[in-house]
């Protein structure tokens, strides 16, 4: 399946719920069936480019990311569903990958600027057990919006309780920087390591 650039942000908010989300609404059929386990960007632009800090402090830009497969997310620590099976999804693709998830970075973009202290990221990663590749990634609310913005997530910190409604999907951007697949909050972890494979042989 392929879904053009409005599409992708249209599939993002339809992955919106009070914490998790749904499968996106099937896009048109392309002429042939597509070699991807995830949802073809039909139009593949470069990722928006955007510097935050991880769960060390240290600097993270999306450019910097190219060379390798990047996958995006946009998680909160205190999620109690959705978030934590993402994490935990795209960790268990990475431990399959073995010695080839060197070549892949996973970047978790906060959507809860004011619980995602660096204590809560720090145990976050320790209770999931996320692989070094995993960045966890916060910001002030002035610095994440304009990243949310710009990759087409619907986000709500300030709902007035400690569960944030937000989009919820995984996209996989490719070693030139490009936007290629698109995946929903029911990730499936051999859907990406079948889709990085079939990447590296185009």
Same mark, same amino acid.
């Given at each position: 399946m392929k879904l053009g650039l409005a599409c992708l942000g249209a599939a993002a908010c339809l992955l919106s719920a009070g914490c998790g989300g749904s499968t996106p609404k099937a896009a048109v059929q392309g002429p042939a069936p597509s070699p991807y386990r995830g949802i073809t960007v039909a139009e593949p632009v !470069? !990722? $928006?480019?955007f510097a935050l800090r991880d769960q060390a402090g240290k600097p993270v830009t999306m450019s910097s990311r190219r060379g390798r497969y990047t996958l995006v997310t946009f998680l909160y620590t @205190? #999620? $109690?569903?959705? #978030?934590p099976l993402i994490a935990? @999804?795209? &960790?268990?693709?990475? %431990? %399959?990958?073995?010695?080839?998830a060197n070549d892949v970075s996973v970047l978790a973009v906060s959507v809860d600027p004011k619980g995602d202290t660096p204590a809560a990221v720090k145990r976050f990663i320790a209770v999931h057990r996320l692989l070094p590749q995993f960045r966890y990634l916060t910001g002030t609310? !002035?610095?994440? %919006? $304009?990243?949310?913005?710009?990759? &087409?997530?619907a986000a709500d910190p300030d709902s007035g309780t400690t569960a944030v409604t937000h989009s919820a999907f995984v996209l996989l951007v490719d070693r030139q920087g490009v936007e290629r697949l698109l995946y929903d909050s029911n990730v499936k972890p051999g859907d990406i390591v079948h889709d990085i494979d079939v990447l590296k042989e185009k």
């Open positions: !470069a !990722a $928006p480019n @205190h #999620c $109690p569903d959705v #978030c935990e @999804h795209v &960790n268990t693709a990475l %431990r %399959r990958l073995g010695e080839e609310a !002035a610095e994440l %919006r $304009p990243i949310w913005k710009a990759y &087409n997530v």
